[in-house]
C-alpha cells in the first residue's frame, strides 16, 4: 500500500522547464511559464509516491500567501503534515498538489488548476470571504530533495481583515506576522519557499 493511498499529483517534466528557462530561487515571470506548465499537452497526472522520488518530474504545487497591508499570514507546518521533511518549519504558503478531482474540461488547463487551488485553500483555511489573488511569482529550489520534485506558484491574496482559522491541525500557530517579524527573528526558520517569498515582498 502507498503511503499516500494511492493518490495522483500534477506533473510536468522537468525537461520542460529546463526547455524554459531553468531557474534557482524565485522568478517574477510568470506569464513565460504559466501557459506551458499548464497546457494539457505538457502535464498529467502520475502516482505520488512514484513522483516525490524521481526528479525527471516537477510536481505542480499552488502556494498561496495571505496579506493585509503589511501583515501576512503565517504558521508552523505541524507532524500531520502530508509532507514530513517540512515538519516544524515556518511557512507562509497554504496550499498543495492538484488532484484528478479537480479535473476540468478546457484546453488551456487554467480551470483544472485555480479548481486545485480554490480546494485547498478551503481545506486548510476559513476565510470571511473570497478575497482577491494573483499570480505574482514561481519557485524552484533544486537545493534539497523536496524542492527538486515540486514547482511553486504563489498566489497573492489581498484580505480585508485578520480573520482566518486553521481547518487542518497541520497548520499549527496560525497567525498574521509583519514584514519585519518575517525579515527578522522568524526568517531563519522559514522553509526556503517562504524565505524566497519574504526575499521578495516588495516585488508583490
Known amino acids: ?54 526528479p525527471g518530474f516537477k510536481q505542480i504545487i499552488p502556494y498561496s500567501i495571505f496579506r493585509f497591508g503589511n501583515h501576512y499570514l503565517h504558521y508552523v507546518r505541524g507532524k500531520s503534515g502530508g509532507e514530513s521533511r517540512l515538519h516544524a518549519q515556518g511557512s507562509l504558503g497554504i496550499g498543495g498538489h492538484i488532484n484528478p478531482v479537480d479535473e476540468r474540461s478546457d484546453p488551456l488547463g487554467h480551470a483544472t488548476y485555480i479548481a486545485g487551488v480554490a480546494r485547498e485553500i478551503d481545506e486548510e483555511i476559513a476565510l470571511p470571504a473570497r478575497p482577491q489573488q494573483k499570480i505574482v511569482a514561481l519557485l524552484n529550489d533544486d537545493s534539497n530533495p523536496v524542492g527538486r520534485v515540486h514547482l511553486g506558484v ?17 497548520l499549527s500557530d496560525l497567525q498574521f506576522k509583519s514584514t519585519e517579524e518575517l525579515q527578522g527573528p522568524l526568517y531563519d526558520l522559514l522553509e526556503s519557499w517562504s524565505r524566497f517569498c519574504v526575499d521578495a515582498l516588495d516585488k508583490f
Open 154 to 170: 504563489v498566489h497573492l491574496f489581498e484580505l480585508e481583515s485578520m480573520e482566518a482559522q486553521a481547518r487542518e491541525d497541520a
Open 1 to 54: 500500500m502507498s503511503k499516500y493511498d494511492g493518490e495522483e499529483v500534477l506533473v510536468f517534466p522537468r525537461s520542460l522547464l529546463d526547455d524554459l528557462g531553468a531557474f534557482q530561487g524565485l522568478t517574477t515571470e510568470t506569464e513565460h511559464y504559466i501557459p506551458t506548465l499548464l497546457d494539457p499537452s505538457n502535464n498529467f497526472f502520475m502516482d505520488r509516491e512514484a513522483a516525490e522520488d524521481d
